[in-house]
T-cell receptor, first 112, second 116 residues
């Protein structure tokens, strides 16, 4: 079955650590996105990528980094510069001409 | 800045009744709107979409209405069932994007609770 896989489902980070969230899709979608969701709030765009080796900052990119070395993969690194990283992170993808996103099941990141 | 907002953060309905979830948007350039359903601890799932050249679109038990004059969007769920309990988000296409990526702006969501 085609879809988006995010891992891990739960992640704990110590202060000052960098952590990487995985996002893989087998939908052959060109575009991929990372969103952050805080309790009781909507989704906020962190980064997006339209093609391999290209990505753009979203509304809240500070403290995050991404790479797009393969069409199927769009990992997100939460760096120590992100002061409030505890949140639910969602990865999504879309194809040319289709406005709708397909979302992964999310990764819940907690700072301990 | 542009934003998408919801009138009510929570909505409780009796099982079998119809539900109406509202959404206001402010970007007059938005040309595409989507409703998503998000169950606890899961990613959002597509429910229904509508383009700005339409006023109404129907799916299975769901209807989306678009009123461009007042920039208002609503989702109607017929014969609400316990499985409909979730957070519902509206999203609008952020105008001006090009290429394969489509930036969506999401509202804060409405928690729908179906009462037995």
């Amino acid at each position: 079955d085609g879809g988006i896989t995010q891992s891990p489902k739960y992640l704990f980070r110590k202060e000052g650590q960098n952590v990487t969230l995985s996002c893989e899709q087998n939908l052959n979608h060109d575009a991929m996105y990372w969103y952050r969701q805080d309790p009781g709030q909507g989704l906020r765009l962190i980064y997006y990528s339209q093609i391999v080796n290209d990505f753009q900052k979203g509304d809240i990119a500070e403290g995050y980094s991404v790479s797009r070395e393969k069409k199927e993969s769009f990992p997100l690194t939460v760096t120590s510069a992100q002061k409030n990283p505890t949140a639910f992170y969602l990865c999504a993808s879309s194809t040319v001409g289709n406005y709708g996103y397909t979302f992964g099941s999310g990764t819940r990141l907690t700072v301990v | 800045g542009e934003s998408v907002g919801l009138h009510l953060p929570t909505l409780s309905v009796q099982e079998g009744d119809n539900s109406i979830i509202n959404c206001a948007y402010s970007n007059s350039a938005s040309d595409y709107f989507i409703w998503y359903k998000q169950e606890s601890g899961k990613g959002p799932q597509f429910i229904i979409d509508i383009r700005s050249n339409m006023d109404k679109r129907q799916g299975q038990r769901v209807t989306v209405l678009l009123n461009k004059t007042v920039k208002h969007l609503s989702l109607q769920i017929a014969a609400t069932q316990p499985g409909d309990s979730a957070v519902y988000f509206c999203a609008e296409n952020k105008g001006g994007t090009s290429g394969s990526a489509r930036q969506l702006t999401f509202g804060s969501g409405t928690q729908l609770t179906v009462l037995p």
